[in-house]
């Protein structure tokens, strides 16, 4: 792989900027905190992924996909879950995409679904630390604009909107017709912080998202109503991750039906 190349396309600009955010989120944390769990699940998911891989295209391919989900999934589980939890759930993850899968195409976001399905087995504990909620306000600032930027790159802009602000307006509304003290931590860190992580960084995932404007926003925007829908009927950790898998396998099925996919 020429690595120059790799870091200008949006992939590589994004194992940069989550970098970043890593690195500076870790600041907040205490790096000895971060680094079992963040190692653990970057080795797991590229020591997993990368045979595979050399299964599928018949030669080394190194693991780009494998090392965002895991640096993803560390960034989300709680910093204080034993380093071999986010080991696991990163593996379940990359396992994921060759499991559920239409034509070439996985249907789950990989890092969404290694932390869903892992939580029933180890109720772990989602922080978003990853998204800054420890750092000052300010800070918010530099995931907003990396998260603006990478979203531009990729051409996701509508789903974020459409996630942003169907989830929001829907929040609000919540607020003032019934109980706002209901919803209040979403409005403050880290659910906030996790929403826009959340909005910019995973919704926004070519692989398991629409490409056309106007699918986009349909997306985004079920993404948005299912996510809200959990928080405040299930109560669950993952409530926003839960919106995503479903709108995966409602665009899946949606796919399936417009144009029927071949292996």
Known sequence: MNVRRFFRTPKGQLVIILSVLTGTAAMGEGVALVAPGLCGAMAAAMLLDAPLLRWRHKRWVFPDGALITGMIVAAI???HEPWYIAAVTAGVG???????????????????FGLVATFYVFDSGQSWWGALPEMATPWLLLLVVTGAFITWKVNKAPIALGFLGSYYLLITITAFAFNPAHVAELYRAPDLHAALYFALFMVTDPPTSPPRDRDQLIYGTGVGVVAYAAFM???AAYWLLAGMLVANA???FRRVRRRPLTA
Do not use: E, M
């Open 77 to 79: 589980l709680s910093p």
């Open 250 to 252: 409602l665009d899946t």
């Open 233 to 235: 009927w299930i109560g």
């Open 94 to 112: 990359v396992i994921s995409k060759y499991l559920f899968r239409v034509g070439k195409a996985n249907i789950f976001n990989p890092a969404a």
